[in-house]
């Protein structure tokens, strides 16, 4: 066995080498499978590019789609296969096509099923490739006309290419009959692609590896993404197998009462949750922890779901918080994401990549709402933010998320409860006193030490955020109406211009 053929052949998709432990196992057959439409051909001609690149031969066998179909894909992504790959247009003989000459006393099936075979098999042993792409199984299944023709058939192509060192390829579209499982059986391993298409948005694509004999593998469905270049997978996080070594201090974040409030500040390596209604400043306060970021010389990296980019800009330079600035000079990432064109498994990689290539050390993901609507199954959401926070706390960030509850004052419904998956929750409301409409700030967790149990006025003006002494003259805040039950507490004075910061 040659040094070549003990080393894995890499698939050339981003992420996919990673579920499959490396890559594929030379001198065996695998099956990709997947509704037309859902990137088998982009995955197939990336694979054989991949093999041309280190000097391999490489051979696409096709029976569905042209020669000119397949390299005006490639094409489309960038790639020019020129003649680096043998494209093997398979097409049936012109004799058969002729409705004069078919035959009447055997079955036209049995010609064109051993034609086929017989010209597969001679396009081979003319090229010798490494690689070997066949497109697609399902006009040999119609061929076959039935299940025990079919699997002795997938048998004898199986056998055949066991004899050299090639790294077959069989994609099958799974049009003629998609409960047919007789490959999965025969071949070393298979890998599944369904497409997706929610009530809203783009179409959602995952893959998952069904079968891989003799071979450990990233289980699960693993999202990815057709786009210029080729296909790129995000392979699903695991929290567990990410870890790192770091000090675990206290970091403020740069108004004095608001640090009171936390007993100190926010431990390094944990996730902070800010909870309440529109309007209350849960961006403001994780910002706030951006600035102190900034100041103490780390980078910091901002997903905002809910707000435009240029809005936010100025909102928040009206407040002494240039974020435009401090992203031109290269100290924060900042970016909008569309939760309609975002999978779960996209946004994920999006963090990690932020943390590992821009050292982001805080990460403000405004809001889980807008997340949300990227996973309409919330049971799945749960799983996926419990990964994401692990995985940040593991790697030493500081992480803020905000949610949004139904509601202004009173009784408040959140749309999904991530309060015991955070470390810290900073729990923001609306209450109502001398006819104003005023904030009121709490902790009501923190993980990492003690805290205050004292609830604090704050107003949001043009300096930022200002926090008072704790609102000990009164019961019920939380719940919107507030009522006076001891010496006269004065409340912070608030300015005209508030509103137009909140």
């Not at 609507?373 to 593991?394: F, G, K, T, V, W």
């Not at 149990?453 to 109406?481: A, C, Q």
């Amino acid at each position: 066995m040659t040094e070549k053929s003990t080393v894995k052949a890499q698939t050339g998709v981003e992420g996919l080498d990673d579920i499959l432990s490396g890559g594929l196992s030379r001198r065996h057959v695998f099956l990709l499978e997947g509704a037309p439409g859902s990137g088998k051909t982009t995955i197939a001609l990336q694979f054989l590019l991949e093999g041309a690149g280190i000097g391999e031969r490489c051979l696409y066998i096709t029976l569905s789609e042209t020669e000119e179909e397949l390299r005006d894909s490639a094409l489309s992504h960038g790639k020019d296969i020129g003649d680096q790959v043998e494209i093997f247009e398979l097409v049936p003989p012109e004799s058969l096509l002729d409705a004069d000459q078919q035959q009447s006393l055997l079955y036209s099936s049995d010609l064109e099923l051993g034609e086929t075979t017989k010209l597969i098999f001679e396009a081979f042993e003319r090229v010798k490739p490494h690689r070997v792409v066949i497109d697609s199984l399902s006009e040999i299944r119609l061929l076959a006309q039935s299940s025990l023709r079919y699997r002795r058939q997938i048998l004898a192509l199986k056998h055949f290419f066991s004899r050299s060192d090639a790294t077959v390829l069989l994609l099958d579209d799974m049009t003629s009959d998609a409960m047919d499982k007789t490959v999965h059986s025969v071949v070393h391993g298979v890998i599944h692609l369904e497409q997706l298409a929610p009530d809203y948005g783009s179409e959602r694509r995952r893959l998952r590896v069904l079968k891989y004999r003799g071979q450990s593998f990233r289980g699960g469905y693993h999202d990815f993404v057709i786009k210029t270049g080729g296909v790129s997978v995000f392979p699903r996080l695991r929290a567990i197998e990410h870890k790192s070594g770091f000090e675990r201090t206290l970091l403020e974040s740069g108004i004095g009462e608001f640090d009171d409030l936390l007993g100190g500040g926010i431990a390094r390596g944990s996730s902070t949750l800010l909870i309440g209604p529109a309007g209350t400043g849960k961006s403001l306060f994780a910002l706030q922890f951006v600035e102190a970021a900034v100041e103490r010389g780390e980078r910091a990296a901002i997903f905002v779901f809910d707000e435009e980019l240029g809005l936010l800009f100025s909102r928040t330079k009206a407040m002494g918080l240039d974020l435009e600035a401090m992203r031109d000079r290269g100290q924060i990432h900042i970016e909008q994401l569309d939760a309609a064109e975002l999978s779960p498994g996209e946004f994920a990689q999006r963090v990690r990549d932020r943390v590992a290539t821009f050292q982001a050390r805080t990460v403000v993901i405004d809001s889980i709402n807008g997340y949300q609507a990227a996973m309409p199954e919330e049971n799945a959401l749960i799983l996926h933010m419990h990964e994401l926070l692990q995985y940040l706390n593991r790697q030493g960030a500081n992480t803020f998320i905000t949610v949004a509850q139904h509601g202004l004052v009173g009784d408040m419904k959140s749309p999904v409860d991530v309060t015991y998956l955070a470390d810290t929750v900073i729990l923001l409301r609306y209450f109502e006193a001398e006819g104003r409409v005023r904030r009121a700030i709490s902790v009501i967790k923190k993980r990492t030490g003690h805290h205050e149990d004292m609830i604090r006025e704050y107003t949001i003006g043009s300096r930022g955020l200002t926090l008072g002494k704790p609102l000990s003259g009164f019961r019920g805040i939380l719940h919107g109406v507030p009522l006076f039950v001891g010496d006269q507490q004065p409340f912070l004075e608030t300015s005209e211009e508030e509103g137009a910061h909140s």
